[in-house]
């Protein structure tokens, strides 16, 4: 009996693992800043900002569940394409996986509209814009 219990058991684990019910992605504190130091960004870009002459930041924490995974920081400026960050996370960390990318604000020009969508294994799972005075 007990044999059998055990089998279940871990049936039901692996069932869960190889169809990857237990696997999510969170991001926490998304934000665009001028800076970053010691991993964490050094102010706060609100939703609209003056033009910036140097880089613009784009911060986030990723929590995952699974063992391995493919994070994304795809940036656009309307229907435009600028540029993706990759990154290869981790099994949860305590505050998550921090990562940053980060174009030249010299690049945009006022009334731009930029947007940073953060993709976790080819899902969005949040995103973020910026629009330039």
Same mark, same amino acid.
């Given at each position: 009996?007990?044999?059998?219990?055990?089998?279940? !058991?871990? !049936?039901?684990?692996?069932?869960?693992?190889?169809?990857?019910?237990?696997?999510?992605?969170?991001?926490?504190? $998304?934000?665009?800043?001028?800076? *970053?130091?010691?991993?964490?960004?050094?102010?706060?870009?609100?939703?609209?900002? +003056?033009?910036? !002459?140097?880089?613009?930041?784009?911060?986030? !924490? *990723?929590?995952?569940?699974?063992? /391995?995974?493919?994070?994304?920081?795809?940036?656009?400026?309307?229907?435009?394409?600028?540029?993706?960050?990759?990154?290869?996370?981790?099994?949860?960390?305590?505050?998550?996986? /921090?990562?940053?990318?980060?174009?030249?604000?010299? /690049?945009?020009?006022?009334?731009?509209?930029? +947007?940073?969508?953060?993709?976790?294994?080819?899902?969005? *799972?949040?995103?973020? $814009?910026?629009?330039?005075?």
């Amino acid at each position: 009996m007990k044999k059998v219990l055990l089998f279940l !058991a871990v !049936a039901v684990v692996f069932g869960l693992y190889a169809s990857g019910a237990s696997a999510q992605s969170v991001a926490e504190g $998304e934000r665009f800043t001028t800076g *970053i130091s010691d991993k964490n960004p050094v102010d706060d870009l609100q939703e609209e900002t +003056s033009p910036i !002459a140097g880089p613009i930041y784009f911060f986030s !924490a *990723i929590k995952n569940d699974a063992d /391995r995974a493919k994070a994304q920081h795809v940036w656009t400026r309307g229907e435009e394409h600028l540029f993706t960050a990759n990154f290869n996370i981790g099994r949860n960390m305590k505050d998550g996986w /921090r990562v940053n990318s980060s174009i030249n604000g010299a /690049r945009l020009k006022s009334g731009d509209k930029i +947007s940073v969508s953060v993709v976790v294994d080819d899902k969005v *799972i949040k995103v973020k $814009e910026l629009k330039i005075k």
